[in-house]
């Protein structure tokens, strides 16, 4: 991990109180969870030249949640948010996305359920360059054969303050504005969760606060479950929970912690031998 994410703490800590309205004492009175996984273990390639990304993981993230997922580089935290969005099959164990088992799935049904259930934001935005935000927004709507409504659309601009840019070409957009355009997309098919990875990395400190307090919102009003792999302390600060990852394997959480907090956790992962 980069070591100048961690002193830009004091200057770019997520508001007080961002990640402290559902503290996981609560987490047990949630009807259910929008996603589990049980005892997950993914195995790249076999015998003595085996790798293991991920070793028995068994994680639950509550419906309207706000997860960040951490760890030093190679603790298996993109594949950890692979499996559990079921772009990758774990080895062994399962993956329950409310009552559907994603490991039981064909992948026919599979790409069918990430279509309409499950919602993406990436680090690269990934925008048409042809399209308008309002036709970007409304992309995975066509892919799936529906008729995008021109209000629904609207409505997910206007929730990540791009309804007076709808019009607009990815060039014409700031990075910031892309990844709510970005962001958009993910939500336009009312996702169950909303899968991040590296949401800000490539934005500046200003418009990656911007995104991350619009991640907040979601989870806050509209009970968007959302999980997001990061490397930066400071945009984990926006989350309920942390977890963190070590050698494929959770070593501990913090719940509405400061980035200061997160980032002392993470140096001390880090200092540990591998």
Not at 19 to 48: K, T
Not at 61 to 81: D, E, I, R
Not at 224 to 243: E, I, L, N
């Amino acid at each position: 991990m980069e070591c100048s994410g961690r002193h830009r703490l004091p200057e770019h800590s997520a508001p007080k109180g961002a990640g402290e309205n559902r503290h996981p004492a609560q987490w047990g009175q949630m009807n259910d969870d929008a996603i589990r996984l049980r005892s997950v273990s993914r195995r790249h390639g076999s015998g003595d030249s085996a790798v293991t990304a991920l070793d028995e993981v068994s994680l639950a993230f509550p419906k309207g949640s706000f997860t960040a997922v951490m760890g030093p580089s190679g603790s298996g935290k993109s594949t950890l948010l692979q499996c559990a969005a079921g772009l990758d099959r774990p080895t062994s164990g399962s993956v329950l996305l409310g009552g559907t088992d994603l490991t039981a799935l064909g992948e026919t049904r599979l790409t069918l359920l990430r279509r309409e259930r499950i919602g993406f934001v990436f680090q690269a935005f990934n925008l048409l360059p042809s399209l308008t935000a309002e036709q970007n927004a409304a992309l995975p709507l066509r892919l799936a054969g529906r008729r995008p409504s021109r209000a629904r659309v609207r409505e997910v601009l206007e929730q990540v303050g791009l309804g007076d840019r709808a019009g607009h070409r990815p060039s014409e957009l700031s990075g910031g504005q892309q990844q709510r355009v970005a962001l958009a997309r993910a939500l336009i098919t009312r996702p169950e969760v909303l899968f991040g990875d590296e949401p800000t990395g490539a934005l500046d400190s200003r418009t990656g606060r911007e995104v991350l307090t619009l991640l907040r919102g979601m989870a806050d009003r509209e009970g968007q479950t959302v999980v997001m792999v990061t490397h930066d302390p400071v945009a984990a600060s926006y989350a309920d929970r942390v977890v963190f990852l070590v050698d494929g394997r959770v070593n501990g959480e913090l719940a509405a912690a400061s980035a200061d907090a997160i980032a002392a956790r993470m140096t001390g992962l880090e200092a540990v031998p591998c």
